[in-house]
């Protein structure tokens, strides 16, 4: 069964600093999403995109996130000037079309020190 | 925008008891409503969904049924085994289906 894969598995990074979340959803789905888990909390929605373009938004992606599909099949978050309560775990996920089940990958747990 | 409550937060039952998870949520336009179950350490995976043409669904051990004039939506685990033990989440999703909002989570414990 196709997945959703995501890299790395763990980041840490300095207070301050850029990092890039890198996912590849699955080869078929049209629809991509980020969402953000702080530990033992619930699953938060941070963006979606279609057709190269970001659909939806949710308060917390601020002008610190964006998000590119840079190529056919990559699909990265980039959060810019990193904070402590960035830290978290972040699940790229994908659909193949709009109101239909997630497929999240693994997810990249971001340690900010 | 949308906003879904869940609850209990932590339900206890023992082995081959039911147990019944409940949400509501905010936006009557919302008309998918999937179910995800979560392990410790690994990823949401669905478990089963409605949508609002649909009152009940099932699926084995497992269903849910969901009342949109009353704008809440249940899941229902039968005959539960010690591999049931997880956090379960509802979530709500629009037409359009891009934004899909989750409950804050459901940790089940199931005794064996």
């Known amino acids: 069964e196709p997945e959703v894969t995501q890299t790395p598995s763990h980041q840490v990074t300095q207070m301050g600093q850029e990092v890039i979340l890198r996912c590849v959803p699955i080869s078929n789905h049209l629809y991509f999403y980020w969402y953000r888990q702080i530990l033992g909390q619930k699953v938060e929605f941070l963006v979606s995109f279609y057709n190269n373009e970001i659909s939806e938004k949710s308060e917390i992606f601020d002008d610190q996130f964006s998000v590119e599909r840079p190529d056919g099949s990559n699909f990265t978050l980039k959060i810019r000037s990193t904070k402590l309560e960035d830290s978290a775990m972040y699940f790229c996920a994908s659909s193949d079309v709009g109101n239909s089940p997630l497929h999240f990958g693994n997810g990249t747990r971001l340690t900010v020190t | 925008g949308e906003n879904v409550e869940q609850h209990p937060s932590t339900l206890s039952v023992q082995e081959g008891d039911s147990a019944v998870i409940k949400c509501t949520y905010s936006?009557?336009?919302?008309?998918?409503f999937p179910w995800y179950k979560q392990e410790l350490g690994k990823r949401p995976q669905l478990i089963i969904d409605?949508?609002?043409?649909?009152g009940e669904k099932k699926d084995q051990r497992i269903a849910v049924t969901l009342n949109k004039t009353a704008k809440h939506f249940s899941l229902h685990i039968t005959e539960t085994q010690p591999e049931d033990s997880a956090v379960y989440f509802c979530?709500?999703?629009?037409?359009?289906?891009?934004?899909?909002?989750f409950g804050a989570g459901t940790r089940l414990f199931v005794k064996a």
């Open positions: 979530a709500a999703s629009e037409t359009g289906g891009f934004k899909t909002i």
């Open positions: 936006d009557s336009a919302s008309n998918y």
């Open positions: 409605i949508r609002s043409n649909v």
